[in-house]
C-alpha cells in the first residue's frame, strides 16, 4: 500500500506537467530556410524577367504590324474607291462598258479593240483588289497570333507575380525570426579592390563597383536598386553593350571563356539551370546583386555552385 501512494505521488505530477514550449528555430536554421525561399524567389524573377522580355518583344511586334497594315488598308480602301468611279462613270456614260464601246466605235476593229481594252482594265482592277485583300487577310491573321501570344505572356507574367508575391511574404516571416533570434548572416567581402582595366570591360566593372551596398529588389536594373541579371546588364550597358535582362539569356548572349581565361567583366553564371550571375572582377572575386534582402556585394568566384562563364562583346 504504501509502495503504491509514493508510486502515485511521483507519477501524477509527471503526468499533468505542462509540456515543454517547442523552441523556435536557431539563427543558423533560419538562415538556411532564408537561403532556400530566396533561391525560390530567384528563380521565380529570372522566369518574370525573361516573360517580361517576351512580352516587350512581343508588344514591339505588334506595333511594327500596325505600322505596315495602316498604309496597306488605306491603299486598299482607295483602289476600292477607284474601281467605284470608274464603274459610276461607266454607268452614267452608258449604262454599260461593252454598250459604250459599240455605240462609239468606227469600225470593228476599233470595237474589238475597244472590249479588249475594257477587259484588261477591270481584270487588272480585280487583280489588285484581290491583292490587297490577300495581303490584308495575311496581315490579320499575323495580328490575331500576336494578341494570342501576347495574352499568354501577359497570363504567365501574372502568375509568376503572384508567386513572387507568397515568396516575399515567407521571407518577411522568417526574416523576422531571425532578427529575434539575433542571428547575423554573411556579409560578403569587404575592403576588395577590384581591378579597373581600360575598354568597356573595365567601365562595366567601373559601373558595377559603384553600386556596392545598393538594395535587391525584384526585377530592378537600377538606379537606386538591382536584381543579379539588372545589375550586370546596366553595369555593361554603360560601356555600350546591350544585354537582356536576363541569366540564362545572357548566358546564351555572351562568348564562352573558360575558368583560366576569366578577365574582369567577364559574367560568372550560376547553377544548373542557370539562374543567377555576377560579374568577375579579379583576384578570384565577383560583384553580384546576391538575393531579396541582401545588398549588392563582393563574394568569391565559387560562393555558390558554377555553371559556365562568358564575355560580352
Request: net charge positive.
Amino acid at each position: 500500500m504504501f509502495r503504491s501512494l509514493v508510486l502515485f505521488a511521483v507519477l501524477v505530477p509527471a503526468l499533468f506537467a505542462s509540456e515543454p514550449a517547442a523552441a523556435e528555430p536557431r539563427g543558423d536554421q533560419l538562415d538556411g530556410k532564408l537561403y532556400a525561399a530566396a533561391e525560390r524567389l530567384e528563380q521565380v524573377i529570372e522566369e518574370y524577367n525573361e516573360v517580361r522580355d517576351d512580352l516587350r518583344a512581343t508588344r514591339g511586334k505588334q506595333a511594327a504590324l500596325a505600322a505596315r497594315t495602316l498604309p496597306l488598308e488605306r491603299a486598299a480602301a482607295a483602289e476600292e474607291a477607284r474601281i467605284g468611279m470608274i464603274a459610276a462613270t461607266e454607268y452614267r456614260n452608258s449604262g454599260a462598258g461593252p454598250a459604250l464601246a459599240v455605240i462609239t466605235s468606227t469600225s470593228p476593229e476599233d470595237f474589238a479593240d475597244r472590249l479588249l481594252v475594257l477587259d484588261r482594265l477591270a481584270a487588272q482592277q480585280r487583280a489588285a483588289v484581290d491583292k490587297l485583300t490577300a495581303a490584308r487577310a495575311r496581315f490579320d491573321g499575323s495580328r490575331r497570333a500576336l494578341e494570342a501570344v501576347a495574352e499568354q505572356q501577359q497570363a504567365q507574367q501574372e502568375r509568376l507575380a503572384s508567386r513572387r508575391k507568397q515568396i516575399e511574404h515567407d521571407i518577411t516571416q522568417l526574416e523576422s525570426l531571425r532578427e529575434r533570434s539575433g542571428y547575423r548572416p554573411a556579409t560578403g567581402i569587404r575592403g576588395f579592390k577590384p581591378v579597373f582595366s581600360a575598354g568597356k570591360a573595365g567601365a562595366a566593372v567601373r559601373f558595377a563597383y559603384a553600386q556596392l551596398g545598393k538594395s535587391y529588389r525584384f526585377g530592378a536594373e537600377g538606379p537606386d536598386a538591382y536584381d543579379c541579371s539588372g545589375l550586370t546588364s546596366a553595369a555593361w550597358s554603360r560601356a555600350g553593350v546591350a544585354l537582356p535582362h536576363n541569366a540564362r539569356r545572357q548566358q546564351q548572349a555572351v562568348h564562352g571563356v573558360s575558368r583560366s581565361d576569366l578577365r574582369p567583366g567577364d559574367l560568372v553564371f550560376y547553377y544548373r539551370n542557370v539562374r543567377h550571375v555576377g560579374m568577375y572582377v579579379g583576384g578570384g572575386k565577383i560583384i553580384h546583386a546576391p538575393q531579396h534582402g541582401e545588398p549588392v556585394r563582393v563574394d568569391n568566384v565559387d560562393y555558390q555552385p558554377v555553371h559556365s562563364f562568358g564575355r560580352p562583346g
